[in-house]
Each structure stands twice: as structure tokens, then as C-alpha cells.
Nanobody, 123 residues
Framework: QGELVESGGGLVQAGDSLRLSCSAS????????MGWFRQAPGKEREFVGA????????HYADSVKGRFTVSRDNAKNTVYLQMTNLKPEDTAVYFC????????????????WGQGTQVTVSS
């Protein structure tokens, strides 16, 4: 099915911005809805945002709406998560994932996962 590799994580201060990238090795990348999830220590993995295969539609968790933006470049087989006005509660491991579905926010409905990249926001 292919592989997903996230990059771009790091340590930032509250209010800073950061852009994560997720590169896919699958030829069918442009047919997938691509999602971002995150998992903080001791918490369940939660949905952050997703973008339709065409790039024409996105949806987000309420906690990041207005601050995070998902985009994609199908020519580069890459999806991005632009994060602005970061808060300490955004600290987590961020994962990208792929699904053939749309408007789904549960981990069970995503078929391919990356290994994750750590984002730490200091106050």
C-alpha cells in the first residue's frame, strides 16, 4: 500500500508556527484522503484535520480550526500541516494517515500510517 514519512517536528515556543510534511511513496497518493492525527502522552490519538484527494475540501477538529491548515501537492506526493499560534496543549506526536473515505475522524478508518513526528510547544 505504500509508506508515509512525516518530518518537520521540533521544539517551539507558544505563539510560534511550524509546518509538518508527510511524503508518500504510494503511486495512488492522489486518490487518498490524507489526514493528520496527534497523540499526547497518556492520551488517545485524536483527529486534527484532513484534506480530500483533490485538495478542494478540508475539515478540522474544533481545537485547531482557524490555527491549522492542511494542504497537499499531489505532484510531489506530499501533504502538509501548517500550524500557527501554537499552544502548549498542541504538544504531541503528529501522524499523517491515508484513507479512501471522506469526513471520517476515527483512527480505525485510516489504512496507512506514518511513524510520527514530535512537536513540543513550550510556554
Amino acid at each position: 500500500q505504500g509508506e508515509l514519512v512525516e518530518s518537520g517536528g521540533g521544539l517551539v515556543q507558544a505563539g510560534d508556527s511550524l509546518r509538518l510534511s508527510c511524503s508518500a511513496s504510494t503511486r495512488s497518493f492522489s486518490t487518498f484522503t490524507m489526514g493528520w492525527f496527534r497523540q499526547a502522552p497518556g492520551k488517545e490519538r485524536e483527529f486534527v484535520g484532513a484534506i480530500k484527494w483533490s485538495g478542494e475540501s478540508t475539515h478540522y477538529a474544533d481545537s485547531v480550526k482557524g490555527r491549522f491548515t492542511v494542504s497537499r501537492d499531489n505532484a510531489k506526493n506530499t501533504v502538509y500541516l501548517q500550524m500557527t499560534n501554537l499552544k502548549p496543549e498542541d504538544t504531541a506526536v503528529y501522524f499523517c494517515a491515508a484513507t479512501f473515505l471522506w469526513l471520517t475522524v476515527t483512527t480505525e478508518t485510516y489504512n496507512i500510517w506514518g511513524q510520527g513526528t514530535q512537536v513540543t510547544v513550550s510556554s
